[in-house]
Every structure is written in C-alpha cells, then in structure tokens.
C-alpha cells in the first residue's frame, strides 16, 4: 500500500504565505538544465529506495483544442523516441524503464503537451503537476531518497495523499469491449444502425473507423490497449442536408469519410465553419456531432479490456441508455 506521499519542488516553503501559496522568486517554468535536472535524480533517488526499476504509464493524454500548460506543446507532444514502435506505445498499462519514464517527467515537466501518472500498483506513484510540482508516493519511507533531495536543492514535504491519484469518476459497471460487446456491435452493423466507431486511445486522441459486417474484425485487432470505444450511427450520404444542419454559432464536430475511405473529424466554431464546409462538401458522407457533453449521446460504449479478458483500465466511458440496459442485464444474470 502507498503509506508515504511527498511534495518534491524547488519552492522552499519558508517562502509560503499562511494560504500555503509561494511567495518566493522561483519561475513555474522549467529551466532545462540543473533544476530540472535535480528533479529527476530526486525522482530516480525514490525509485531506488522503493525498489522499483520500471513503471506503468496509467491514464495516458495529449493536449488537444485547450492547452494550458506554461510552455506551447511540441509536435509529438515530447514522445519523440521514447517508446520502441513510436508515441502508438504511448497508451494506459505500458509498461516503460525507468530511465523512460524519467523522461516522460521531463516532457512533463516542459508542458510539451503529453500527460499520465507513473506508477506501480500498491508500491508506487509519480505524477508531475502545476508549475513544477512532482508528487512521489511510496509503499517505503524512502529515507535515503529525502536526504538525496535537500542535497539536490530541491524540497520534499510530507503530505496526506497525492492530489494526482486516480479517483474513480463515478459508480456503476463499466462495460467491458469483449466477445459480446463486438457480436452486439456486428448485429448493430448488420441491421444498419451502426456504422463508425470512435476510438479514444489517449485522452485527447481519436480516431475514427469505418464499419461493416467485413472490417469489424480488422478494426477490433487494431484497436490500441484499453482504448475508449463509442459507437455511432453510419455516416449520411445526403452531405448538403449535413451542412445546412450547421449552428449559426458554437462548437461543432464535423466527421466525413474522404475519397479514400478514410473517417476524419474536425471540431470548428463559427469561425471555422468555411473551412468545414469546403473540406466536407467533397465527402462521400458526413455528420455533424455535438460536442457537449449532455447532447452527445453514441449508441454505446465501451472500453477494451486486457488480452486475458480483464478489464484494467481505470477510465470510463459515460454510460447510454443501451449500456445501461446492459449494465441490468449483466446484474441480473
């Protein structure tokens, strides 16, 4: 169990006013040398005092429309050649060295754009915050490691509990996307009320599939990890009745299918709406999505679980009345 949780930064807390809020001449930014530097010894110093040599990259994301990091994203978002096969090893459960995962905390560190928690299940836990915060929880009390730090220059104050530890969203049953998820999503294809699905492998990244009774099964093979599955009813052939759908004002998705067959998406507002409409006239089929959260309603959802059947991912999915009537069903049995 993680019985220690500590704040490591350069802030010295003599320089805190009686809200706790740092007062002192320290920047919010990294400074790319010694100080940033420091951090990740004092987070390897952690490591080896716990025990630990390699950490699970849990709750993965991207920046995507909002960016409120310190410093502009970089293209890549700081994955560049961190992971053997690319960012696509970027995803919820992977399993990375610890030399790797010190250099997620690094593009952390930088606002470059990319996102998660580092952790090993009841042992250990490291998740980078606002202006420079680092939060290191252990299953050890990690004395060596405290000392390490003040010789650094860096500050590690005992807390209650990590602000960054992963919280449940809300109760019920998460539906899992296994055998009967798929034979459900086949018979929804078949009888043409499905046809794109929208796969959510890191927070703040999609993409967007064509389904048919023929692709399903190549599609479900190329799924990423523990990705979030939503279904959608298929694509209109009628574009102009599409367009003419338009809000005069606000956000929007626009989804279409290209001349190659591929399902792209963008999400524009007023000032955007040429531009969508010039790239969705060509299409084939579209649709226009909300993006508000109590109008955007898929058929159902999913999340996928492990190889062996388990379901490990912490994320969820917001529940239709389908995967409700699911979640009954799956009570009751």
């Not at 999400?267 to 299409?283: G, K, M, Q, W, Y």
């Not at 999340?303 to 239709?320: E, F, N, S, Y």
Request: glycine share 8%; hydrophobic share 40%; net charge negative.
């Amino acid at each position: 169990m993680l019985t220690y949780f500590y704040r490591v930064t350069k802030y010295d807390p003599s320089d805190r006013d009686e809200h706790g809020s740092y007062t002192g001449p320290e920047d919010t930014v990294s400074d790319h040398g010694e100080v940033e530097a420091a951090y990740l010894q004092a987070l390897a110093a952690f490591a080896k005092d716990t025990g630990i040599g390699h950490l699970a990259v849990r709750e993965p994301k991207v920046a995507s429309l909002a960016h409120f990091g310190v410093e502009p994203p970089l293209d890549g978002f700081g994955l560049d050649g961190l992971f053997p096969s690319g960012p696509a090893d970027f995803h919820d459960g992977a399993e990375v060295p610890l030399d790797v995962g010190l250099e997620l905390v690094r593009a952390m560190l930088r606002d470059n754009g990319a996102w998660c928690r580092l952790e090993v299940e009841d042992t250990f836990a490291a998740h980078v915050g606002w202006d420079q915060y680092l939060y290191i929880s252990s299953s050890q009390p990690c004395v060596e490691a405290l000392v390490r730090t003040r010789d650094l220059g860096l500050f590690a104050e005992r807390m209650d509990a990590s602000p960054y530890g992963f919280e449940e969203e809300e109760e019920g049953i998460q539906r899992p996307g296994d055998d009967d998820f798929w034979a459900c999503l086949h018979r929804a294809v078949c009888d043409g009320v499905a046809g794109i699905l929208e796969e959510t492998y890191l927070e703040g990244a999609t993409r967007w599939h064509h389904l048919t009774v023929d692709t399903i099964s190549t599609v479900r093979a190329g799924l990423a990890p523990r990705a979030r599955l939503e279904v959608w009813p298929p694509l209109s052939p009628d574009v102009e009745t599409v367009l003419r759908a338009l809000p005069t004002e606000g956000l929007i998705e626009g989804v279409w299918q290209d001349e190659s067959g591929r399902i792209l998406s963008a999400v524009a507002n007023e000032e955007d709406f040429p531009e969508l409409t010039a790239r969705i006239s060509s299409a084939s089929t579209a649709a226009l999505l909300s993006v508000y959260a109590d109008e955007r309603v898929p058929l159902f959802a999913a999340v996928m679980p492990d190889q062996d059947g388990v379901l490990r991912a912490r994320w969820r999915t917001v529940p239709t009345p389908n995967d409700r009537h699911w979640a009954l069903h799956h009570h009751q049995s």
